[in-house]
């Protein structure tokens, strides 16, 4: 299976993304550790091709992504082109 986070590790993007460490409800702290995870899972299943358990969480995480990413758009789209532009995604 994937790595899996350390608890430092959800801190820091927690703190990076959502204020605090604490702030764990912040739209943009959540977008944030689901594309680190899609990522990490993105790289085990280029190794190992038919966990298909993995790629059906891969799609979970990927479908909770988008309707957060949808959601802050419509809240507030300056952070919401502030969040994909700093995580890189949505090219």
């Not at 944030?32 to 091709?49: G, M």
Request: charged residues 35%.
């Amino acid at each position: 299976m994937a790595e899996y986070l350390t608890k430092e590790k959800k801190v820091e993007i927690f703190t990076e993304y959502g204020g605090t460490g604490a702030n764990t409800g912040s739209t943009e702290a959540q977008v944030a550790l689901f594309t680190y995870r899609i990522k990490s899972l993105s790289e085990h299943l280029k190794l190992n091709k038919k966990d298909h358990s993995c790629r059906r969480s891969l799609l979970t995480l990927v479908g909770k992504r988008r309707r957060l990413l949808q959601y802050l758009s419509r809240k507030d789209i300056n952070k919401y082109r502030s969040l994909i532009e700093k995580l890189g995604i949505r090219k």
